[in-house]
């Protein structure tokens, strides 16, 4: 996975509250294989009307290219499926700005490179307003906790050990892998400590 420090795209409200996993994704399109892309399932049934058609009503469907969302109330609540993170990612999400996100949801984010950027709701609602009409470029800068759009600038929150994973493209393996001599030391001086709680000794 790649890692990223700035992100520039564009920017648009999707201003819903309570977005659940299961509104990501529905479940019965999870049995496809992730090879084949789950971008086209994003939102799917938000997006479609009583008669399965695309409703122009939708603001995702009135706009092509869109890498950054603004969006309401605890965003990515419900189940723990990391599928919702995948079809935003492979709709080519690389953020979701909102005041509130599920938890599990927004640790799968950070495994796979988008970025929960938990906002204050006023400022959520001042961006909103700036998006009503139309899109607009937008700027993200995960060094600073920085998102710059239009003459709006403002700071997000961002755990310190998330902005790591995200800037090096790392998951919880390879963040893991980063201790390997700390875990190697400290195994080695448990088995000299306590022997007896080793069946066999470590390699």
Known sequence: MAGWSTQQGQA?????????????????????PRSEGYGRYLLHDMRRDDKEQMSADFPLNRHEGISILVAGHNF???????????????AGIRAVIAP????????????????PARVDAEKVAQLQ??????????????????????????????????????????????????????ISAHRDNRNKAAPWAWPNKPE
């Open 100 to 115: 509130s996100f599920g938890d599990i949801f927004a640790n799968n984010a950070i495994n796979n490179g988008l970025l």
């Open 76 to 90: 990515g609540s419900g189940s723990s499926r990391e599928a919702a993170v995948y079809a935003l990612v492979d």
């Open 129 to 182: 307003q700036a998006l009503k009409d139309a899109p607009c470029l937008a700027s993200i800068d995960l060094t600073e906790s920085r998102l710059t759009l239009g003459d709006i600038t403002l700071t997000f929150e961002l755990d310190e050990g998330w902005r790591v994973k995200l800037i090096n493209g790392w998951d919880d393996i390879d963040l893991t892998q980063q201790h390997t001599q700390a």
């Open 12 to 32: 648009l409200a999707l201003a819903f509250d309570n977005i659940d996993t299961d509104q990501l994704i529905p479940a019965r399109f999870m049995s496809v």
